[in-house]
């Protein structure tokens, strides 16, 4: 069955450092997302992709992220100057065309120390 | 703005009793619902959706749920849990088309009782 892939599982990083986090969605899937968990707290949207372009971001996206198809499987998320509240778990998703059924990878957990 | 509301964080439930976790929802046009399931240190698996039609739909692992639009609720339902069951399940809501968010609930943590 096919899924959604995510690495690492674990990054610890030092703060003001950039991360990036990598995702391979489903190969015919158009439609790409990324997701935070805040320990404790709810899964909370952060952006999608469509066509190579953002379709729609969160308030929580602001100029510190950044997303990037860099090829044609691999889609990232990169944080460019890390704070200590961004340690959470970040969920990568895809789905297809007109349908919102997504499909989500393991996550990475995203420690900032 | 869309909102999910999941009113119970924790709820226990003894082996082979039945289970109903709750789901309120607010959205403004027709609603995508979804419940998702995450075991610990685990990522999201889709348990069921609702599109449209029948409003009673069958999800995987037993799981079914119902739509009710004059009580704007969603509520899971398994008629036998097992011990496998024990993970947090969370609701969610969306538009159609695919390029808005999903909104989730807060989660409901469900333990399972010997």
């Known amino acids: 069955e096919p899924e959604v892939t995510q690495t690492p599982s674990h990054q610890v990083t030092q703060m003001g450092q950039e991360v990036i986090l990598r995702c391979v969605p489903i190969?015919?899937?158009?439609?790409f997302y990324w997701y935070r968990q805040i320990l404790g707290q709810k899964v909370e949207f952060l952006v999608s992709?469509?066509?190579?372009?953002?379709?729609?971001k969160s308030e929580i996206f602001d100029d510190q992220f950044s997303v990037e198809r860099p090829d044609g499987s691999n889609f990232t998320l990169k944080i460019r100057s890390t704070k200590l509240e961004d340690s959470a778990m970040y969920f990568c998703?895809?789905?297809?065309?007109?349908?919102?059924?997504?499909?989500f990878g393991q996550g990475t957990r995203l420690t900032v120390v | 703005a869309q909102s999910v509301t999941q009113p119970d964080i924790h709820i226990t439930v003894s082996e082979g009793a039945s289970l109903e976790l709750r789901c309120n929802y607010s959205?403004?046009?027709?609603?995508?619902l979804f419940w998702y399931v995450q075991s610990p240190g685990q990522g999201l698996q889709l348990l069921l959706k609702?599109?449209?039609?029948?409003?009673l739909v069958q999800g995987i692992k037993g799981f079914e749920a119902e739509f009710k639009r004059s009580q704007s609720s969603f509520n899971l339902r398994k008629p036998s849990v097992h011990w496998s069951d024990a993970a947090e399940y969370f609701c969610?809501?969306?538009?159609?088309?695919?390029?808005?968010?999903?909104?989730f609930g807060k989660g409901t943590h469900l333990i399972i009782q010997p």
């Open positions: 609702y599109f449209s039609g029948d409003t």
């Open positions: 959205y403004g046009a027709t609603p995508y």
């Open positions: 992709f469509y066509n190579n372009e953002i379709s729609e």
């Open positions: 998703a895809s789905s297809d065309w007109g349908t919102t059924e997504a499909f």
């Open positions: 190969s015919n899937h158009l439609y």
């Open positions: 969610a809501v969306g538009a159609r088309g695919g390029a808005d968010g999903l909104t």
